[in-house]
């Protein structure tokens, strides 16, 4: 059982509280900023790659490592100095990004787009941009919280998936997380992102293309071929409870790079039934707790969901995972996305997929518990 | 003028030395590795991007950050400890790395190549991978180099296009290179890279497609587009002398990206005659002043060459020019590669191009001079 309540800030962004709890009528939404800064960030074209760039200006003066009085995640103590967040039941907890890369571009205040004949080609950068609260303890992180919880942050992004992806504008909706200092996280307190796209990102278009074609030619999806091969080979695999699985997969092109997902082909996260939210809990857990267990250290890494998207076409090619690129691929050493990665589009992984995947299964965990 | 001796190390791998002045017969190539490890690197096929990554295990014991006295670049002072580099009056020097990501793959001791049933499907990692020694000290820069220097480079890289494009399995021969910490350099000693592909890498391969269609619409071709845009609106224009230009394109995804490039459409590097190089060298040395002049200190960056493959096609849509991605935003933030960038293929740049080319066009720095 999820309990919702959805409320706007003062400055008109929403928030949306999640609990195992009934949550109080009487809470109200923060905004630790009186007034919002407006902003229009927007598209431009690069011919080259044929993709979309997005085109910010107001982020530079973002939230950038505040120390821990200053953590706007954390609950509101001081209703002088409000974070972004209220005190009350709640275990997780979604809003508006005061910065967003995209906006809905609804406002009357909105400009008009520009003449179609400037260069670079220009258009409005429609979208959402949303923080994923995890908790309201700044200490903890996603592998730590009790398996309810997790399946709590799965019925999250199935919500956001449902309510960002009946918005008309939204094309895509993705839910990530950035954990670390080593990928940019400026907040320590625990917490992903959603970005909701008014249009395909390139590497979602690319992937389901190559999905619909592997469909179309075998009738079977892609990603189901990819899990029972990699089950059928078995070196690789981290987690198989006959529902969901996890694995490094053979073709990783990041030392520790881990695919989870549902075997079933289910194509977005608000697809999911209680059972299958269950067993997806637990495969996110054990590689939560491998990673962290890997070192003794906090495992730093980039996680993004992939999932058809909300364009009102069936996408039956579709089929929801997770993936996890780390950016270690040693204790104290980054693999890092340079001149051939980024010039070329070629990743070199110096390490066989089989031994890393090896030394995941062997670090000690405690079988996830409640 | 440029000088060229061809030479073999002990351990077979090539070493090109480069000079303004003749190089005596005798100069001989040293190698600090009595027996290079013989490795084969392997391409495993990514099936939802549907492309090659490089799998290449023997690459994490490569030489990282070394003292001063351990520096394999600099030149060899003790013959009882040789470096890769001998004395002698060489301006430039390439060699075959000793940690490759892509090996010629025509050793009689090469491993067969993997069955075509296997998961995931495997193939040769086929190719060449260079150092590209840009000085004989070690505590100089590209960009401190006089200009009959840096001409000397788009000589190297012209040498190196031909001879490794001529080799029978090499499609794409790309120079770049990983200046700074930021983006993973491992040694300080003045220094670029090429990697020549056995085939045609993703990026590349994308962008050309763009290319060729433009100009099959068109008649004209897709960067000189680009450049003519640029110089038309000129307000993120850095070098333009009329042979080449470089500027801060409208639609960058760095916020310090720069595009330098002829503005002929030259397909290589091979196709530059001495008045063009002499321009690209200026284009180039006044980019790298500005640069290292924006913040007072050691301006990171990745730089790759495109140019038009060596697969033995025309390839008239090709116009070869460099592409500058800083990994800065401010002096002391990095713009992450993460979620967005890495799991959607959106870049988000969070300033105006138009601002950042107006910085860069502020920093004072002197007529680039011989």
Redesign the interface.
Known sequence: MMHVRRLTKSDGRKLVLYGRAPLPESIEAPSPAGETPRAW?EL??????????????H??GRT?HPDAAANPLAPTLDPRRPTELPQGPWDMAVFENRFP?LVAWDDPAAPLPQDGDA??PRAPARGVCEVVVYAQEADTSLGALPLDRIELLFEVWADRTRELGERHFIE?V?P???RGLE??ATLAHPHG?I?A?GFL????A??LA??AL?LEVTGHG??G??MD??R??GRRMLFDDGTSVAFV?????YPYEVWIGPREPLRRADDVDAPTRASLARALKTVLLRYDGLWGRPFPY???L?QAPTDGRPHPEAHFHL?F?PPL??PD??K?????E????????????E?RAAELRAVAIEEPAR
């Open positions: 960030p431009r074209w690069h011919p080259l790659r044929a993709e979309w760039v997005i085109v910010s200006a982020r530079q950038y890369s260069w670079p895509y993705m990530f997380e950035n990928v940019g992102q970005y796209y990102p390139p590497v979602v690319a992937e190559q999905q592997h892609l990603i071929k990819v091969n990699e059928a080979d997969p053979g073709f990783a092109r980039v996680m993004v992939h993936e690129y691929r040693a050493r980054l890092y996305v340079a001149g051939a980024l010039g070329a589009g070629t990743f070199t992984n110096d390490s066989l997929p031994t």
